[in-house]
């Protein structure tokens, strides 16, 4: 199994900077892509930057020029840079990962995992 804790999160005003970070543990084989989603009250759950292995990376549109993913080179901990942050990213910001792991019995498997998430609320 793999476990993925989410910190970072708080109350900052418009125009401010926040740094999220996820941490991965557990019997860890490979990660091959992580992701950072967000979940603001009467919406929908959405995908707002992820990372694979390889370094590609994707943004919504949001928070293009905003944002920045990025991680440490064995993938232990996943980093969401916020700048210049708008009331209407105020959410839930959860992480994902899709990871290859170790079961009982020594077998290797593929999954997607998320954190428990952590709240962001920017406002004045």
Not at 53 to 58: E, L
Not at 74 to 80: H, S
Request: proline share 2%.
């Amino acid at each position: 199994q793999v476990q993925l804790v989410e910190s970072g999160g708080g109350l900052v005003q418009p125009g401010g900077s926040l740094r999220l970070s996820c941490a991965a543990s557990g019997s860890i084989f490979s990660i091959n892509a992580m992701g950072w989603y967000r979940q603001a009250p009467g919406k929908e759950r959405e995908l707002v930057a992820s990372t694979t292995s390889s370094g590609n990376t994707h943004y919504a549109d949001s928070v293009k020029g905003r944002f920045t993913i990025s991680r440490d080179n064995v993938w232990n901990t996943v980093y969401l840079q916020m700048n210049s942050l708008k009331p209407e990213d105020t959410a839930v910001y959860y992480c994902n990962a899709d990871a290859e792991y170790y079961s009982r019995h020594y077998y290797r498997e593929r999954n997607d995992f998320w954190g428990q998430g952590t709240q962001v609320t920017v406002s004045s």
